[in-house]
């Protein structure tokens, strides 16, 4: 049975905890858990509160059932040696921040029997952040945990009807999901696929990993990209890969933050601010996709975090978390990729795929300075389109590259190829171009499509 969110996110962890607690004679514990999760959820929403209620008398239920076998687990000496195996070996956990580190280390503790230390920090973390209310959940459980096992039968019934109400299964997905990124970390010197090369323009860099709830920020150098933080984060109700406008649904895709919304200027539904996101982008409209207002943004005051499938459409962070993320991006400069699962590569699978786009770039600039209209002209699609207030199509915009550079030597600086794949295989190339001679020049964003082996431009936009 997998009421409890201590005994779902930690198998095999509970029987070491019910050994540990055993010894506790505190006749008081089940009295105090009770008004702890009561007064936890009285700060939330009143769905939230009666997911953390339920919590606790879902983990009084489920340690009697436990402590009917006792007798026959402690014998079974191989029964607690793997649980606690486990728990020693596990891959080491994120040193996060914040809120989530320290319900981590709660859990950490949970795992190796230690469960009135877990105890102490859940009891501070609750105090500290009265709306939370998963930490409110787990203190909940750690206070029945304290209470010696009864005989009694468990209520099967009472157990069935929790494991059915969705506050209590929204609250173990989200405890599941956070411990399983957490747990499994990217591997050492890698990163997404997407991020083949960034220049150094772009100071910060974010992927959001549905599938495990997390949003990875990196800070980009002269070194490349380097994993600073990653936090827990909410999508769609209805998932992701939005297509049309109310579907519920978080847009898959590369993407730059156009904006920060003052959080004066918001409702307290958006927390401590708001990013919006370019969606739908060029390669969006080209496949018919609509909707819009997709923002990055925080919680109402009352709750410190959303359900994993929670949002319109929009990518939900706790409010402390969005307040860093708000101190690093910058506006046109962040690429945020939102993937259904990320895949991470090393730096030198980035570098193969970035020389091997970077020579289509070349080709590209080269038919330019060679005035080769009929040459150049290959590079683009017959569909098109230049942005500005009035859209221009391919052959005038092939006028005018002939006439801006033909005969000039051009140097292309600062960088960014972001690479995204699904049905088609796309790049977002954003650099800047400097004429010899010249001080200042233009800044272009691109967007290619792979057809037939080849790259081919659809969609342009002069930055600056």
């Known amino acids: 049975m997998a009421a409890s969110a201590l005994l779902l996110t930690t198998p095999g962890a509970a029987l070491a905890a019910n050994n540990s607690s055993s010894s506790s004679k505190s006749a008081n514990a089940k009295t105090s858990g009770t008004k702890a999760a009561k007064a936890g959820g009285s700060r939330a929403s009143a769905k939230e509160a009666r997911g953390a209620k339920a919590g606790s008398g879902a983990s009084k239920t489920q340690l009697q059932a436990k402590g009917k076998r006792s007798a026959v687990a402690a014998d079974n000496a191989s029964a607690t040696r793997p649980a606690r195996k486990t728990a020693r070996t596990a891959a080491p956990l994120q040193e996060a921040s914040g809120a989530e580190a320290r319900l981590i280390g709660v859990y950490e503790l949970f795992g190796r029997g230690k469960t009135r230390e877990a105890l102490a920090k859940a009891q501070t973390l609750v105090r500290d952040h009265p709306n939370f209310q998963l930490a409110q959940l787990v203190y909940g459980d750690l206070l029945a945990a304290q209470v010696p096992p009864s005989n009694a039968m468990p209520d099967t019934a009472g157990i069935a009807r929790l494991r059915g109400n969705p506050a209590m299964v929204e609250l173990h997905e989200e405890s599941r999901r956070r411990l399983q990124a957490l747990r499994e970390r990217p591997p050492a010197g890698t990163v997404p696929s997407q991020f083949l090369t960034l220049s150094t323009r772009s100071r910060f860099a974010i992927a959001v990993d549905a599938s495990r709830s997390r949003l990875y920020l990196f800070e980009n150098s002269d070194k490349g990209l380097k994993l600073v933080a990653d936090y827990y984060i909410s999508v769609g109700k209805s998932g992701t890969d939005k297509a049309v406008e109310g579907d519920a649904r978080t847009p898959l895709g590369v993407y730059y933050i156009t904006s920060s919304l003052d959080p004066r200027s918001l409702k307290d539904f958006y927390g401590a601010g708001a990013l919006p996101i370019n969606y739908p982008n060029p390669y969006d409209v080209r496949r018919g996709k609509t909707g819009s207002g997709i923002w990055l943004h925080g919680t109402p005051p009352q709750q410190f975090a959303r359900a994993p ?41 980035a570098e193969k795929e970035t020389k091997k786009f970077a020579d289509s770039i070349t080709a590209w600039k080269d038919a330019r300075a060679s005035g080769n209209e009929a040459q150049l002209k290959k590079f683009y699609l017959p569909d098109f389109q230049r942005a500005s207030r009035k859209p221009v199509d391919a052959d005038a915009v092939l006028r005018d590259e002939l006439t801006y550079a033909q005969g000039k030597r051009v ?54």
């Open 309 to 349: 499938l929670a949002s319109d459409g929009c990518v939900v962070m706790a409010n402390p978390d969005l307040k860093q993320l708000l101190r690093k991006v910058q506006i046109g400069a962040t690429p945020v990729v939102t993937a259904r699962s990320l895949q991470w590569i090393s730096q030198p699978q």
């Open 411 to 464: 140097q292309i600086k600062d960088t960014s190829y972001l690479h995204w794949r699904d049905t088609e295989d796309t790049m977002v190339a954003t650099f800047g171009e400097v004429f010899e001679g010249e001080k200042n020049g233009r800044t272009r964003r691109q967007y290619w499509l792979r057809q037939g082996g080849e790259w081919k431009l659809f969609h342009e936009e002069i930055l600056g």
